[in-house]
């Protein structure tokens, strides 16, 4: 009933999403006339409410601070996955961008499937003056999420984020809960349950985005694991105890099941007390929200080691001739400066993947006094990959994910779908 309540209460969907260009590619095949600039397509998953706005300024600012490369930029809707199928489709047809956001989960399935340059063979062949740029600008532990299970590289961490449950502290004030009493997810139900029964409003969101992200976070700090040994390993005692925790949660009352959109502005609204999900929505929170909010650490299950998969993405070169690659390399160098890292950063809520990004000191200011960063940075120590499926049909796999989710969700037998779809899935990528 109170889902209803604030629904009818003139709940809007979040609109403003580009739909994306597949039809207008650059190709990647033709060289622009000499006193032309480059022309090149940027694909990204960056609406409106995650960074959208913060893509555009960065692009309008690099096509104006020279006359070599022009870049165009083109949301994908439907996040990593539905960039991922327009990618398959354009690829198919021979028409590629020549730059690429790659979540991911998704770098083994990329790598296995796409046509792509690794970014040091484009140093090496055609700007040999960033011979050093990769070592002087990431970490070690960073980089390697950007490389394919191989070793090989795909390409450089851009995005990275983990989840945090950002709070409505009206509403906990509301209720009587104390944020610094929410250390462990049976912490986080117990307030739920508080809120739903002594107050108008729903205790939880968990995001319902179309990946696995958010249910790898907690399967994964519960002691199962969604990916071991290169297969699926999610249907153990601890990995279905996770699943009907949430599944409870959900017939209980306590948490609500909603789509993203739905959700999320149901939070935004003033709807719900707390919201599991990315720090890279932490701009719009904050722009948005007409209430106290901060946010917390994910957390673990009691006794149990938090662990959190690395979200975001990295940029991939996909411009087939040596025109398109160095043209989006120029482009890659820029987002890259500390001043636009630091913006990106600001407009988004990732966390800064550059080592060099600490020189501008507004993101100094902004990593120590913000009421939302902390959070996400406090985890840091806890990263782990975002599950990579193997093989030819990670794109697959995560769907299977992603409907299980709506199943368990739905009411259907936990113990049941957990174990079919891991079946299912490892049969897959045998």
């Not at 796409?114 to 003056?129: A, C, R, V, W």
Request: proline share 3%; with cysteine.
């Amino acid at each position: 009933m109170k889902l209803k309540k604030w629904l009818l209460g003139g709940l809007t969907l979040l609109t403003g999403f580009s739909l994306a260009a597949c039809g207008n590619s650059s190709g990647g095949n033709e060289s622009a006339a000499s006193d032309e600039p480059i022309e090149i397509e940027y694909w990204h998953p960056n609406g409106d409410t995650k960074g959208g706005p913060t893509v555009t300024e960065l692009i309008n600012e690099f096509n104006a601070s020279q006359d070599e490369v022009h870049v165009t930029g083109v949301f994908q809707s439907g996040t990593f996955q539905g960039l991922m199928q327009n990618l398959q489709t354009n690829a198919a047809a021979g028409k590629t961008p020549a730059l690429v956001q790659v979540g991911w989960s998704y770098r083994e399935y990329f790598a296995n499937n796409f046509e792509y340059s690794q970014p040091q063979d484009i140093i090496d062949n055609l700007s040999k003056e960033d011979s050093s740029f990769i070592t002087d600008k990431f970490e070690e532990n960073i980089y390697n999420l950007a490389t394919a299970n191989d070793g090989s590289q795909v390409g450089l961490p851009y995005s990275l984020s983990v989840a945090v449950i950002y709070l409505n502290m009206d509403i906990l004030n509301e209720a009587g809960v104390n944020k610094d009493d929410l250390k462990t997810w049976e912490d986080i139900r117990q307030a739920a349950q508080t809120i739903s029964q002594n107050t108008d409003h729903i205790g939880l969101y968990i995001q319902e985005a179309q990946d696995n992200w958010n249910i790898q976070a907690m399967v994964e700090s519960n002691g199962s694991q969604v990916l071991k040994d290169g297969k699926a390993a999610f249907a153990d005692e601890k990995g279905k105890e996770t699943y009907q925790f949430y599944q409870d949660m959900v017939e209980e009352g306590s948490a609500l099941h909603a789509t993203g959109e739905e959700g999320q502005q149901a939070f935004i609204s003033g709807n719900i007390g707390m919201w599991h999900q990315s720090v890279a929505h932490r701009t719009n929170v904050m722009k948005n929200a007409n209430f106290e909010a901060v946010a917390i650490p994910s957390p673990a299950f009691e006794g149990e080691e938090n662990n959190k998969p690395a979200g975001g993405s990295m940029l991939v070169v996909t411009g087939q001739d040596e025109d398109q690659q160095l043209a989006a390399w120029k482009f890659m160098k820029f987002l890259y400066e500390p001043d636009n890292i630091a913006a990106w950063t600001a407009g988004t809520g990732y966390v800064p993947p550059t080592k060099d990004a600490s020189q501008n000191e507004d993101l100094q200011a902004l990593i120590k006094d913000d009421k939302i960063f902390p959070a996400a940075y406090a985890n840091l120590e806890n990263m782990v990959a975002w599950a990579p499926f193997p093989g030819d049909s990670g794109m697959q796999a995560e769907k299977m994910l992603i409907d299980l989710k709506d199943r368990v969700l739905s009411g259907a037998d936990v113990d049941t779908e957990v174990t079919k779809t891991q079946d299912e899935i490892n049969q897959l990528i045998k």
